[in-house]
């Protein structure tokens, strides 16, 4: 029987600096971008939990996350040159060093080492720039066992959404076999039509959730706080479908304000040699190509220019399923009221993760100690 969703009283989805959610969030390493998308002497704008920030590669090819703005008169220095280590403003040329100290301020005088632009902790790891935006020293930077396996690791194309990030926290399995019944059906794989039910436990890395339907193998799939999701799923590149082939797929979900967040998707196929060159040249061609007009088909389902039934037979499983999980996520609305939902039995998961949330944030209101969630020492695996 659905029960009425009682008000909350804690703030989840806000997330920007002084937030107590924000305050979370900033304990945490988070990628901010796709490795490959940030070429050597280049730098980027981005925005992150709210802030802005100058993201830059420098010419040996380390990345570097700074301030937005040049501390002079408040250009963005994403607009200037990357020199060396550094970053040159392209209004009066002031150049800071990798670590954020201004060491050329041309027509002045002398360097003025007092002036700096803040720096921020970065790691490259599996095809994505981490950050830490905390203040003091970052925690241990995680690693994933799983990942670190030898096969084909891939980093898709970002998917970003109008949305907050906890309409995708909150995805649950029960939404597959409706919300991705057209791709599935259009597709063959009518296993996804199964309705699972999921159960959940804590562990030392965040929950494991298994689930089980009728006629199905049960599974396991994993959440490491705060916002990163793992599973299994069998290969949906073309020409792979059919095989006995299964990915080991990470979704690190980031919010880049209350009201937008960035998903970064990472795979690691257990393919060697020829095969797993011949594979990734595939998988990446794929995945390139239709991330351009997945965005554009999505709106139109959402505007009613097109149903999701009418999808073209060209658009693959996987951004098939991209353009269901956006229509229905950015269709919830960017921050949602949640005290007029009915949860039932299907809901496990959204119920578990903010009873988990909401224990911690109180426990950092009230300066108690927070969960040391900690990585797997030894790969989780499909079982």
């Not at 010419?59 to 501390?71: A, E, I, K, T």
């Not at 399995?173 to 296993?191: E, M």
């Not at 069998?234 to 880049?256: C, M, N, Q």
Request: aromatic share 10%; net charge negative; proline share 8%.
């Amino acid at each position: 029987m659905a029960v009425a969703k009682a008000t909350p009283d804690v703030d989840l989805e806000h997330v920007g600096p002084g937030t107590l959610a924000g305050r979370y969030l900033r304990r945490f390493w988070h990628p901010v971008h796709r490795a490959q998308d940030l070429p050597a002497g280049r730098a980027k704008p981005i925005k992150v939990l709210g802030e802005q920030f100058t993201l830059y590669r420098a010419q040996d090819g380390q990345p570097h996350l700074v301030d937005f703005r040049c501390p002079h008169r408040g250009v963005p220095l994403a607009i200037g040159w990357v020199e060396g280590d550094g970053i040159r403003c392209r209004y009066h040329g002031w150049r800071y060093d990798g670590a954020g100290r201004c060491v050329e301020q041309p027509g002045i005088d002398g360097p003025a080492p007092e002036v700096r632009v803040r720096t921020y902790p970065v790691r490259e790891y599996v095809g994505l720039v981490f950050a830490y935006l905390g203040e003091g020293d970052p925690p241990p930077f995680k690693q994933y066992p799983d990942l670190d396996l030898p096969g084909v690791l891939v980093a898709d194309p970002p998917e970003y959404f109008p949305c907050s990030f906890w309409n995708r926290l909150e995805n649950d399995r029960a939404h597959v076999s409706w919300t991705h019944r057209s791709t599935a059906t259009r597709l063959g794989h009518l296993h996804f039509l199964a309705q699972w039910r999921e159960e959940l436990e804590e562990t030392p890395y965040g929950f494991v959730l298994k689930r089980s339907a009728p006629g199905q193998a049960p599974i396991k799939s994993h959440w490491h706080m705060p916002t990163t999701y793992q599973f299994a799923i069998r290969s949906r590149a073309r020409g792979y479908e059919h095989l006995d082939l299964w990915d080991t797929k990470f979704a690190f979900t980031v919010p880049i304000d209350d009201e937008h967040f960035v998903a970064f998707d990472v795979t690691r196929t257990p393919l060697e040699g020829e095969a797993a060159a011949a594979y990734a040249v595939q998988r990446a061609a794929e995945q390139e190509a239709e991330a351009k007009v997945r965005w554009d088909l999505a709106e139109k389902i959402l505007a009613g220019e097109l149903a999701i039934e009418e999808i073209p037979d060209e658009v693959s499983h996987y951004n098939g399923f991209i353009i269901e999980d956006y229509v229905t996520q950015v269709g919830q609305g960017p921050i949602r009221d949640r005290t007029h939902e009915r949860l039932g039995r299907n809901d496990v998961k959204p119920i578990f993760i903010r009873r988990l949330w909401r224990r911690e944030l109180r426990a950092l209101a009230a300066g108690q100690p927070l969960m040391d969630w900690q990585a797997p020492r030894q790969p989780l695996g499909r079982d």
